[in-house]
Nanobody
């Protein structure tokens, strides 16, 4: 089993920044390659893809709504970050880290159903 824990959420004013972290534990080594994704879900809305990064290639993808403002990065196989700059009120949501067990290169794997493991979420609130 793989466990994911998010950290770094909070309350900020529009235009400010937050840095989210995702720490993985468990037997991640049994998977040869995978994708770590960030998703978010605002009240009353569907869970939305934000960004993803593959383990081996460090290929990244971003939702159009966050391109140029958010940056996903990987320290190692266990730790992934989401740097969120120039935050907007529309970024307010619970942010989830998620983890696939496989990679389809050339595609962002933006569908929640592609992810097997999920963290508990961290709240990001951006005031106007």
């Amino acid at each position: 089993q793989v466990q994911l824990v998010e950290d770094g959420g909070g309350l900020v004013q529009a235009g400010n920044s937050l840095r989210l972290s995702c720490a993985a534990s468990g037997r991640t080594e049994i998977f040869g390659n995978w994708v770590t994704g960030w998703f978010r879900q605002a009240p009353g809305k569907e869970r939305e893809f934000v960004a993803s990064i593959t383990l081996l290639e460090e290929i990244t993808y971003y939702a159009d709504s966050v391109k140029g403002r958010f940056t996903i990065s990987r320290d190692n196989a266990k730790n992934v970050h989401l740097q969120m700059d120039n935050l907007k009120p529309d970024d307010t949501a619970v942010y989830y880290c998620a983890h696939t067990t496989w990679v389809r290169l050339g595609n962002p794997q933006s569908a929640p159903a592609e992810y097997k493991f999920w963290g508990q979420g961290t709240q990001v609130t951006v005031s106007s």
